[in-house]
């Protein structure tokens, strides 16, 4: 690891000759390597950031490293084989997180994660996923043989989006919307039961209600609400919003005063039962979006 606090250049050496490199600089080739793979993955207009958005947050690493008494970091990782050869690619922002020894002590918002095609059936995803967490903890600077960050992470709902949008998805990345959740099922990924919306991603771009919202191997049966306040109030101001204030009423501003008058955990709901309805070909025409069939499925 390279550099202090900010400006830095991470080297994780995984299995299988793979390696992760991992920049929080906007000026790094490691972004431009990153996006080359991205601009391939990702193509609903909603969801997409454009490279500028991207230099945009990691440009507020240093202004936003110890925001709201936290500690961040957004990242940018490549993972290559040992030719050099790209395999995939992530990009989250890091949160230390600070609600007693029972919780994890940091989160990530695992924004975009894609595995090339020619590396599929390899168990990347497990290993990219392993790899982000200890990047995490080493780009906050804490324990790596300490408890894991808490992963959060959006995914496309199949029940609220266009059969255009769907079908559109599907032919680019060549993954069913089923399929894909069934994959984030088994790496642990169940659904946070709360109105999750992201806010709009740029000036010309809508909020975004079509999205699942998931944590992934999360201990217990729910998310702390306040863990959850922290997290989302960090992820939508770097990640998001990049730095510019939401409007009052706005959708980030919702979200955060809901949490923040909760006592209660926000439920985690697994997903394999209701994609096995899905998958039965059972009606879905009732339920509004996947977070309320599984609900109902469970």
Known sequence: MTGNGINRLITLELSDGVRALASDD????????????YDRAFVLPDEREE????????????????AFGRTHSELVTVFEDEAG???????????????????????????????ETRARGRGMLRKILHAVRHLALMA??????????AVFIEQNDPLRLTAEEYAADTAHSGLDQID??????????????????QPALSSTQQADDGLIYAAIEYPGDGVDAALLHDHLQSFFAISV?????????????EQ???????RDD???????PALAWMRADRPAGEFNSFRALARAAR
């Open 26 to 37: 906007p000026a790094s080739p490691v972004l431009e390597r990153f996006f080359a793979g």
């Open 51 to 66: 490279l500028a958005g991207f230099e945009a947050c990691l440009a507020l690493n240093a202004a936003y490293r110890h």
């Open 85 to 115: 050869a790209l395999l995939g690619g992530a990009n989250f922002l890091a949160t230390s997180i600070h609600h007693g020894a029972a919780l994890p002590p940091a989160s990530m918002a695992l924004n975009y994660v894609y595995v």
């Open 140 to 149: 906050l600077e804490l324990d790596r043989d300490g408890a894991m960050p």
């Open 180 to 197: 894909r959740l069934a994959i984030w099922s088994r790496v642990g990924a169940r659904v946070v039961d709360f109105p999750y919306i």
């Open 241 to 253: 919003l990049k730095g510019a204030k939401d409007s009052p009423g706005g959708v980030a501003t």
């Open 256 to 262: 955060l005063s809901a949490l923040a008058s909760r």
């Open 266 to 272: 926000v439920a985690l709901l697994p997903m394999e």
